[in-house]
């Protein structure tokens, strides 16, 4: 099963934010239909913290995490929406437009 693995960086004052989201996100009602909607087979949220500031470390496993990615970007269903514009708010990143380069690649696995 394909994995994807995302770090974006998180503005100063911003981790508290982000973990309450994540945790009210979790409660809404559709969460996992969501998820299962997407072709997500797993989903998880890290939280780096680095000299240089906290990284948020995101890891799907899916069929095809490209397609993924690309319909999240265009869903209009609530939770996604609710989504895409607290990441943008909070880490000023717009998922519902594609990533400005290529996405991250893999160059080791085991098993």
């Given amino acids: 099963m394909p994995v994807l693995a995302m770090a974006i960086p998180v503005p100063p004052g ?41 990284l948020l470390i995101l890891v799907f496993q899916s069929d095809n995490p490209e397609s993924m990615l690309q319909e999240f970007a265009q869903s209009e269903k609530p939770l996604p929406v609710l989504q895409k514009q607290f990441i943008k708010e909070a880490l000023g990143v717009d998922l519902s437009q594609p990533p400005p380069g290529p996405l991250p690649r893999t160059i080791f696995e085991w098993p």
């Fill in 14 to 54: 911003k981790t508290t934010a982000l973990e309450q989201h994540i945790a009210e996100a979790v409660e809404h009602e559709e969460f996992e239909e969501t998820l299962k909607g997407f072709g997500i087979m797993h989903e998880s949220w890290h939280i780096q913290e680095t000299p240089q500031g906290d």
